[in-house]
């Protein structure tokens, strides 16, 4: 009898049997496979949007939220994006094999630390087909192979990438199984997923809090389950304020569907009543909530009625300052000074992107250092927190786990190394 159990085993047996062979393979074999997906995602694009149309037809028929669609969306925009991102990956140095560090004992043994893949990689995803792309590429650029389970709502498109990617990586000599996709919605794999340690040496989870929950909860491989964003920006008493509107705007409205999107604005109490009308107005005028303590809502009651915005002040909930919003509403509170809104951040962040807009030295290299947090920033949109901004082509997550990684995580986030000795007849006495 098949079963999800079995489908599964099938499936990591062959990833392992795979991994074995992807040690073999040369790595100009995997740069082609990498620029052969490049290609195909270019001259298959109607079809990948053709997919992508049915399931976005089917999401506005179920009610899927409206930051979800945002995120399954496919453009031929963003599949350009899509190709030129997995060119970038193909164009990095090589990291299989790469000697870390190498030392040259006093006894004549070679001491090297050379980096490797992990092995078999678990992805279970939710809304997003782009993951479908950057997991492959990561992986095949590291050498590990890869287990992708994605959400029912983008089953089609991903169906229509995974196709493509298989093709195209074995037209150029790569087993087509270095990159799996379960072809079923069938809510069971994700659980069976969870307990598949045999085959499977890193889980890692894409979606909302949910589903991060429950793989910390019950993966029982290692598993990286951070990656909800709480972002803050605090606006120093020497920001410059021109500087801090476009950044908190920015940060805010650029794409408020994902992750690194900004959540609570931080404003000194020195320039609030000057900050605090600029800042609403830009964001009123893209319809953004704004919930506010009580001093921000007294400075900023008088904007709202004079720009007909009072439906879009409210004051904060209790639940309002540790919530990641993933729409167009952001959180706001005065605060008296920079170690009060360290103290905001430190109770209320989720250790994802953090931001200070500030011309004092001092100030900045104080939340530099002090903010824990995957990325911290100075006089910048938190919206830069990504592998593709920060130079790694892409990335298979954004992790607020300090191991096995902090932060986004490209082609050597998803790697280990290990040690290698080389003597000539040495012995330990």
Same mark, same amino acid.
């Given at each position: 009898m098949?079963?999800t159990?079995t489908i599964l085993?099938a499936?990591?047996?062959r990833?392992?049997?795979?991994?074995?062979?992807l040690?073999?393979?040369p790595s100009? /074999?995997?740069i082609n496979?990498?620029?052969?997906i490049a290609?195909?995602?270019?001259t298959n694009?109607?079809?990948v949007?053709?997919?992508n149309?049915?399931d976005?037809?089917?999401?506005?028929?179920?009610?899927?939220r409206?930051n979800?669609?945002?995120?399954?969306?496919l453009?031929?925009e963003?599949?350009?994006d899509?190709?030129?991102?997995?060119?970038?990956?193909a164009?990095m140095?090589?990291?299989v094999?790469e000697?870390?560090?190498s030392?040259?004992?006093e006894?004549?043994?070679?001491?090297?630390r050379?980096r490797?893949?992990?092995?078999v990689?678990?992805l279970i995803?939710?809304?997003?087909?782009?993951?479908?792309?950057?997991?492959?590429?990561?992986?095949?650029m590291?050498?590990n192979?890869?287990i992708m389970?994605?959400? /029912?709502?983008?089953?089609?498109?991903?169906?229509a990438?995974?196709?493509?990617?298989?093709?195209a990586i074995?037209?150029e000599?790569? $087993?087509?199984?270095s990159?799996?996709?379960?072809?079923?919605t069938?809510?069971?794999?994700?659980?069976?997923?969870?307990a598949?340690?045999?085959?499977?040496d890193?889980?890692? $989870?894409?979606?909302?809090?949910?589903?991060?929950?429950?793989?910390?909860?019950?993966?029982?491989m290692p598993?990286?389950?951070?990656?909800?964003?709480?972002c803050?920006?605090?606006?120093?008493a020497n920001?410059?304020?021109?500087k801090?509107?476009?950044?908190?705007?920015?940060?805010?409205?650029?794409?408020? /569907?994902?992750c690194n999107?900004?959540?609570?604005?931080?404003v000194?109490?020195?320039?609030a009543?000057?900050?605090?009308p600029?800042?609403a107005?830009?964001l009123?005028d893209?319809?953004?909530?704004l919930?506010?303590?009580?001093?921000?809502?007294s400075v900023?009651?008088?904007s709202?009625?004079s720009s007909?915005?009072t439906q879009?002040l409210?004051r904060?909930?209790d639940d309002?300052?540790?919530?990641?919003f993933l729409?167009?509403?952001a959180?706001?509170?005065?605060?008296?000074?920079?170690d009060e809104?360290?103290?905001?951040?430190?109770?209320?962040?989720?250790?994802h /992107?953090?931001?200070?807009?500030?011309?004092?030295?001092?100030?900045?290299?104080?939340f530099?250092?002090?903010v824990?947090?995957a990325?911290?920033f100075?006089n910048?949109?938190?919206r830069?927190?990504d592998?593709g901004?920060?130079g790694?082509?892409?990335?298979?997550?954004?992790?607020?786990?300090?191991l096995?990684?902090?932060?986004?995580?490209?082609?050597?986030?998803?790697m280990?190394s290990?040690?290698v000795?080389?003597?000539?007849?040495n012995?330990?006495?």
């Amino acid at each position: 009898m098949t079963t999800t159990r079995t489908i599964l085993v099938a499936m990591g047996e062959r990833a392992r049997e795979v991994s074995r062979k992807l040690t073999r393979i040369p790595s100009q /074999s995997r740069i082609n496979a990498l620029h052969a997906i490049a290609h195909s995602l270019r001259t298959n694009s109607v079809a990948v949007l053709e997919a992508n149309a049915a399931d976005m037809e089917a999401a506005g028929d179920t009610g899927l939220r409206s930051n979800l669609q945002d995120r399954l969306l496919l453009t031929p925009e963003r599949l350009e994006d899509l190709a030129q991102s997995v060119v970038d990956i193909a164009e990095m140095p090589d990291p299989v094999g790469e000697v870390v560090e190498s030392t040259l004992r006093e006894n004549g043994l070679r001491i090297e630390r050379r980096r490797i893949p992990l092995g078999v990689i678990g992805l279970i995803y939710e809304s997003r087909p782009n993951v479908t792309v950057d997991m492959s590429a990561l992986c095949l650029m590291s050498g590990n192979v890869v287990i992708m389970r994605g959400g /029912s709502e983008a089953f089609k498109s991903n169906m229509a990438l995974a196709a493509l990617v298989r093709e195209a990586i074995e037209s150029e000599g790569i $087993p087509a199984d270095s990159i799996q996709f379960i072809e079923d919605t069938d809510r069971a794999y994700v659980s069976e997923m969870l307990a598949l340690n045999k085959y499977i040496d890193l889980l890692i $989870p894409r979606g909302g809090a949910a589903l991060i929950n429950m793989v910390a909860e019950k993966a029982t491989m290692p598993a990286i389950t951070g990656g909800i964003g709480i972002c803050h920006t605090y606006v120093d008493a020497n920001a410059d304020l021109e500087k801090a509107v476009a950044i908190v705007h920015n940060a805010k409205t650029q794409r408020p /569907s994902v992750c690194n999107a900004l959540d609570t604005v931080l404003v000194h109490a020195s320039v609030a009543e000057a900050f605090l009308p600029s800042m609403a107005t830009s964001l009123w005028d893209e319809d953004v909530e704004l919930r506010g303590d009580s001093r921000t809502v007294s400075v900023l009651e008088p904007s709202a009625q004079s720009s007909q915005s009072t439906q879009l002040l409210k004051r904060a909930g209790d639940d309002d300052y540790d919530t990641e919003f993933l729409g167009m509403i952001a959180a706001v509170r005065v605060v008296d000074d920079l170690d009060e809104a360290l103290t905001h951040i430190a109770d209320h962040g989720s250790h994802h /992107s953090e931001a200070i807009v500030s011309e004092n030295a001092e100030n900045i290299d104080r939340f530099l250092n002090e903010v824990d947090a995957a990325a911290v920033f100075a006089n910048s949109s938190t919206r830069f927190n990504d592998g593709g901004e920060f130079g790694l082509g892409a990335e298979v997550a954004v992790s607020t786990n300090k191991l096995h990684a902090y932060g986004p995580m490209g082609v050597k986030e998803i790697m280990s190394s290990k040690w290698v000795v080389i003597g000539n007849g040495n012995i330990r006495s």
